[in-house]
T-cell receptor, first 112, second 115 residues
Framework: DQQVKQNSPSLSVQEGRISILNCDYT??????FLWYKKYPAEGPTFLIS?????DKNEDGRFTVFLNKSAKHLSLHIVPSQPGDSAVYFCAASAGGNTPLVFGKGTRLSVIA | EAGVAQSPRYKIIEKRQSVAFWCNPISGHATLYWYQQILGQGPKLLIQ????????DSQLPKDRFSAERLKGVDSTLKIQPAKLEDSAVYLCASSWELERQSELFFGEGSRLTVL
């Protein structure tokens, strides 16, 4: 049973446009959400996070939105750049020392 | 600052053979994690250490997988005997503290192919 779902395996966007990556979750105990970025042959790297007490968190070109009632979050990248091409993983935590639960990832391709 | 080091990067073995992966976390990081990432899936936690004690190994297939973290620094993950379904990338990660999960630093991973 997938608790964190990324239903789009891939996404293709033109350079300069907005990229929107979506993530849904089923466990209402999750209260902290993260996005990781992964390039080929490298480990995932932390990108941005959001606590359940917020509905938006922004860091430069990256913004994460959280809709708790819909159990949905999204990552917006504006403007998209070719260097953003990578696999993006959504992850969630129920707090304390409970482990992160990852989605399957979405492969973003930014076309110049 | 040196990152999380893992070796070997690639390993090919036949089923029923054994394999071991090594991880050296970032200096000073108390918490160490082993994740399994099967192709097309997200990382799945296998085991979590705080210093040299196990915090969570509920998803570790203990009949064939074992892990240790001697002296609270380096860690080794062993599979014996390997099965075809163990083909995956094994990711090691570390963090300063147990609760600061946003600051997980991952290594490059060890890719295992079981034939």
């Amino acid at each position: 049973d997938q608790q964190v779902k990324q239903n789009s395996p891939s996404l293709s966007v033109q350079e300069g446009r907005i990229s929107i990556l979506n993530c849904d979750y089923t466990n209402s105990m999750f209260d902290y959400f993260l996005w990781y970025k992964k390039y080929p042959a490298e480990g995932p790297t932390f990108l941005i996070s959001i606590s359940s007490i917020k509905d938006k968190n922004e860091d430069g070109r990256f913004t994460v939105f959280l809709n708790k009632s819909a159990k949905h979050l999204s990552l917006h990248i504006v403007p998209s750049q070719p260097g953003d091409s990578a696999v993006y993983f959504c992850a969630a935590s129920a707090g304390g020392n409970t482990p992160l639960v990852f989605g399957k990832g979405t492969r973003l391709s930014v076309i110049a | 600052e040196a990152g999380v080091a893992q070796s070997p990067r690639y390993k090919i073995i036949e089923k029923r053979q054994s394999v071991a992966f090594w991880c050296n976390p970032i200096s000073g990081h108390a918490t160490l994690y082993w994740y399994q990432q099967i192709l097309g899936q997200g990382p799945k936690l296998l085991i979590q250490f705080q210093n040299n004690g196990v915090v969570d190994d509920s998803q570790l297939p203990k009949d064939r997988f074992s892990a240790e973290r001697l002296k609270g620094v380096d860690s080794t993950l062993k599979i014996q005997p390997a099965k075809l379904e163990d083909s995956a990338v094994y990711l090691c990660a570390s963090s300063w503290e147990l609760e600061r999960q946003s600051e997980l630093f991952f290594g490059e991973g060890s890719r295992l192919t079981v034939l």
